[in-house]
């Protein structure tokens, strides 16, 4: 697959797990790559755009056994960007699944 | 490559690409190492599944590029303002280090004090004559005294030690986009067997009336209200 392609795919995948909860980068990274095989590193930069998008903000909690770690926490305007993506990625991949359907010998 | 040669390399195309707050992406890339490997995962295998850095660089340059103007302008008019508000908190914060400074060393000379009243040493001659008796109960109260006041310069150390760490954190967080938790101004609570609190009334109580009956003994022995006169300590 395409590696930009991927990644804008990527993006909503991000916005979709932090839409419920606050992540450790690290957990995003070991979530993803369950999903797909793109390389672990890849994920930290594009959670810094989202930052610098505003759709994501971060903050440092303090544990009681080592350092403090950095959470991703999804933004009101992150969470409105992850319903209009949701909707238009559903609703493509419908339109190409029914495109497909019509042209797949298997 | 290993972790070290992983985040240096990382580091230096960082640099290389113009980022800013590398510290902050690279402690992102050392958390996931030390997380992997607490998983089992050798050094060589994580840095292997993670991008290359000059790669990863390049994708932080990439993102980086929307704000950058924008954000440097920014952080340009906010160190300004930043630098005065400083130079303000330095100045008080400077009076709070003053004060506890000022009371330990009270509380220091109040232990020299007892020290020379408890063994009759009169250095330079600068106390006045009392009879042992009366050092004694004046020993005792400038001891209270003083445990009081060591007591009382803890707490302020510790409360301005909190307040200066609040101030920093504040400051950080202004040039990092708020990323740390606020601090609170009251320091977390101390556990200690003793009631420091308590020991400081007890002893601050202790300290008043000790001098007060002292006071009261050396009139009765000297007949006067006024017994200093009675020892010329004035001649």
Same mark, same amino acid.
């Given at each position: ?21 606050? !992540? %450790?980068?690290?957990?995003?990274? @070991? ?9 672990? #590193? ?11 998008? #505003?759709?994501?903000?971060? %903050? ?5 056994? #080592? ?13 409105? @960007? ?17 495109? *497909? ?6 | 490559?290993?972790? /070290?040669? %992983?985040?240096?390399? =990382?580091?230096? @195309? ?14 992102? +890339? ?9 998983? #089992?995962?050798?050094?060589? @295998?994580?840095?292997? /599944? ?62 020299? =004090? ?6 009759? =040493? ?32 803890? %707490?302020?150390?510790? +409360? ?34 003793? /009631? ?14 000790? =001098?007060? *009956? ?13 017994? !200093?006169?009675? !020892?010329?300590?004035?001649?």
């Amino acid at each position: 697959m395409d590696i930009q392609y991927k990644k804008g795919v990527l993006k909503l995948c991000l916005l979709s797990l932090l839409n419920t909860d606050d !992540w %450790y980068g690290y957990d995003i990274s @070991e979530a993803l790559s369950k999903i797909t095989n793109i390389s672990d #590193g890849t994920v930290y930069p594009i959670l810094r755009k989202m930052k610098f998008e #505003g759709l994501v903000n971060t %903050y440092l909690s303090e544990d009681s056994n #080592g350092p403090p770690r950095k959470y991703y926490t999804i933004t009101t305007l992150g969470k409105e @960007e992850f319903q209009k993506q949701a909707k238009e990625w559903l609703e493509f991949c419908e339109a190409v699944k029914k495109l *497909i359907k019509e042209n797949y010998d298997g | 490559m290993d972790k /070290k040669g %992983y985040l240096s390399l =990382l580091r230096s @195309e960082l640099k290389k690409a113009g980022i800013t707050e590398i510290d902050d992406i690279l402690e992102e +890339y050392r958390t996931h190492f030390e997380l992997k490997q607490k998983k #089992g995962k050798t050094e060589e @295998e994580i840095a292997r /599944k993670l991008a290359s850095p000059e790669y990863i660089a390049n994708e932080y340059a990439q993102s980086l590029n929307i704000t950058s103007n924008n954000e440097k302008f920014s952080k340009i008019t906010m160190s300004i303002g930043l630098g005065f508000i400083d130079v303000i908190m330095f100045m008080v914060l400077i009076i709070f280090v003053g004060w506890v400074i000022v009371l330990g060393a009270f509380s220091l000379i109040l232990l020299v =004090l007892s020290f020379l009243l408890f063994t009759n =040493l009169n250095i330079a001659n600068l106390i006045p004559f009392i009879p042992y008796y009366g050092k004694l109960l004046i020993g005792i109260s400038s001891l209270s005294l003083c445990i009081a006041s060591f007591i009382g310069t803890t %707490y302020c150390y510790i +409360y301005v030690r909190q307040w200066i760490r609040v101030y920093l954190r504040w400051h950080k967080n202004i040039l990092n986009n708020r990323v740390y938790p606020k601090l609170s101004l009251i320091p977390e609570r101390l556990t200690s067997s003793i /009631k420091p609190r308590l020991l400081m009334m007890i002893t601050f109580v202790t300290s008043g009336s000790f =001098l007060i *009956i002292s006071m009261i003994i050396m009139m009765i022995d000297t007949n006067s209200f006024e017994f !200093w006169h009675e !020892w010329n300590w004035f001649q």
